[in-house]
T-cell receptor, first 117, second 116 residues
C-alpha cells in the first residue's frame, strides 16, 4: 500500500521569505503522479503543482517548485517570495497510474502554513 | 477550465434525517467521481470511487448502506448519508475525473454537514 508522510504539521514564515514543505512517500510502483494541493480557509482544494514520476526534471509553477528525489521517495515543495495569500493547508498527494478508472489519490496529513505580515 | 459543482455547500439537520449531496461536472464528462470525508484539521480520506453505470467501490471501513452513492450520468454523482447521526458531521468533498491517464482530478468546493 502507498503512504504519504508530511512531517511538519505546522509552519510559519515571514512574508517574502522562501519556505520548503517536506513530503516523503512509500510505494513499489514505478509509474505515478505526485501532487501538492492547497486548501485555504475556504476549504476548496486547489492543485498547486504536479510531477510525473517518469520525468527527472522538477516541476515548477511560477513561485512554486518541487524537489523530486525518486530514489529517496522525497517530494518537497518550495514556495518563493511567499505571500499572505499562500496561507493555507498544504497536502502532498500520490496517485498511481492505472490507466483510467480508480486512479485514487492518497493524501498526506497536511502542513498548515502561516505567512506572517 | 474544468469545474466541479457541489451542492449544497452547507447542511444542518436533525439526527435521523437522510441527506443528499450532489456532485456535478459542469463542462466535461466524468467517468469517475470520488467522495472524500475530511474531519477538522485532518486530511481527506477517500470514502468511495463512483463509476458511471456501475456500483461504487467503497474503501475499507466505509458502510455502503450508510453512504449511498449513485452515479446516474456522466455529469452527476450523489452521496446520500442515510439516517444521519452527529458522528456523521464532517466536511464532504467530491472530485471528478475524465477517467483517462494524465487527466487531473477536479475538486468541488465541499459540503459541510452538521447533524444536531
Amino acid at each position: 500500500a502507498q503512504t504519504v508522510t508530511q512531517s511538519q504539521p505546522e509552519m510559519s514564515v515571514q512574508e517574502a521569505e522562501t519556505v520548503t514543505l517536506s513530503c516523503t512517500y512509500d510505494t513499489s510502483e514505478n509509474n505515478y503522479y505526485l501532487f501538492w494541493y492547497k486548501q485555504p480557509p475556504s476549504r476548496q482544494m486547489i492543485l498547486v503543482i504536479r510531477q510525473e514520476a517518469y520525468k527527472q526534471q522538477n516541476a515548477t509553477e511560477n513561485r512554486f517548485s518541487v524537489n523530486f528525489q525518486k530514489a529517496a521517495k522525497s517530494f518537497s515543495l518550495k514556495i518563493s517570495d511567499s505571500q499572505l495569500g499562500d496561507t493555507a493547508m498544504y497536502f502532498c498527494a500520490f496517485m498511481k497510474i492505472l490507466g483510467g478508472r480508480d486512479d485514487k489519490i492518497i493524501f498526506g496529513k497536511g502542513t498548515r502554513l502561516h505567512i506572517l505580515p | 477550465g474544468a469545474v466541479v459543482s457541489q451542492h449544497p455547500s452547507r447542511v444542518i439537520c436533525k439526527s435521523g434525517t437522510s441527506v443528499k449531496i450532489e456532485c456535478r461536472s459542469l463542462d466535461f464528462q466524468a467517468t469517475t467521481m470520488f467522495w472524500y470525508r475530511q474531519f477538522p484539521k485532518q486530511s481527506l480520506m477517500l470514502m468511495a470511487t463512483s463509476n458511471e453505470g456501475s456500483k461504487a467501490t467503497y474503501e475499507q471501513g466505509v458502510e455502503k448502506d450508510k453512504f449511498l452513492i449513485n452515479h446516474a450520468s456522466l455529469t452527476l454523482s450523489t452521496l446520500t448519508v442515510t439516517s444521519a447521526h452527529p458522528e456523521d458531521s464532517s466536511f464532504y468533498i467530491c472530485s471528478a475525473s475524465k477517467g483517462h491517464v494524465n487527466q487531473p482530478q477536479h475538486f468541488g468546493d465541499g459540503t459541510r454537514l452538521s447533524i444536531l
